[in-house]
């Protein structure tokens, strides 16, 4: 099993919409979870971060996690077509700094 | 502030050579990781270097290696490339007390 899981995808969404990206951890001692965006061709580019059950909100983007069923979710409002791009769910391995990352989920939103 | 600068951007290297990357983090940060990302495996974690010294390290061979000097600037090397080599090479840095890693634009190597 993956130290950190997320959906295949590809997710497609239409403009406007709510789109949700979902993350599964095996490893419970991780206490920190990031969210990044990476484009076509780009670096990944850190979005959300979050430490604590329940949900954290920064403008469009909405971070949840539950440490109890080890998931990680996030949703994005509004979808724009910018937002179209590969998202990556990573959590911190306990101890060290160390990002262990999902495969990513491409994200495609139709105008 | 200025962002995670790596060079070169972009190299192409012989089976069998060895090669040097660069990565210069944000002012102030004294962590450094490096990342490999391929199509096929995603992005993996080589090692993490705090203060001049390795604190981390990934499952990768000991054809990689790495330092980091005390201005922080991190160097990776990769000795005796092989084909599958070829990646992007991501580094991140982070500030002291923080766990928030940003990254660099990478480094596209090509083993050819």
């Known amino acids: 099993q993956k130290e950190v899981e997320q959906n295949s995808g590809p997710l497609s969404v239409p403009e406007g919409a709510i789109a949700s990206l979902n993350c599964t951890y095996s490893?419970?001692?991780?206490?920190?979870f990031f969210w990044y965006r990476q484009y076509s061709g780009k670096s990944p580019e850190l979005i959300m971060s979050?430490?604590?059950?329940g949900d954290k909100e920064d403008g469009r983007f909405t971070a949840q996690l539950n440490k109890a069923s080890q998931y990680v979710s996030l949703l994005i409002r509004d979808s724009q077509p910018s937002d179209s791009a590969t998202y990556l769910c990573?959590?911190?391995?306990?101890?060290?700094?160390?990002?262990?990352f999902g495969q990513g989920t491409r994200l495609t939103i139709n105008p | 502030k200025a962002g995670v600068t790596q060079t070169p951007r972009y190299l192409i290297k012989t089976r069998g050579q060895q090669v040097t990357l660069s990565c210069s983090p944000i002012?102030?940060?004294?962590?450094v990781s490096w990342y490999q990302q391929t199509p096929g495996q995603g992005l993996q974690f080589l090692f993490e270097?705090?203060?001049?010294?390795?604190?981390n390290k990934g499952n990768f061979p000991g054809r990689f290696s790495g330092r980091q000097f005390s201005n922080s600037r991190s160097e990776m090397n990769v000795s005796t490339l092989e084909l599958g080599d070829s990646a992007l090479y991501l580094c991140?840095?982070?500030?002291?007390?923080?766990?928030?890693?940003?990254f660099g634009p990478g480094t596209r190597l090509t083993v050819t």
């Open positions: 270097y705090f203060s001049e010294t390795q604190r």
């Open positions: 991140a840095s982070t500030s002291v007390g923080a766990y928030e890693q940003y």
């Open positions: 990573a959590g911190l391995i306990q101890g060290a700094q160390k990002l262990v």
């Open positions: 490893d419970r001692g991780s206490q920190s």
């Open positions: 002012s102030g940060h004294r962590s």
């Open positions: 979050i430490y604590s059950n």
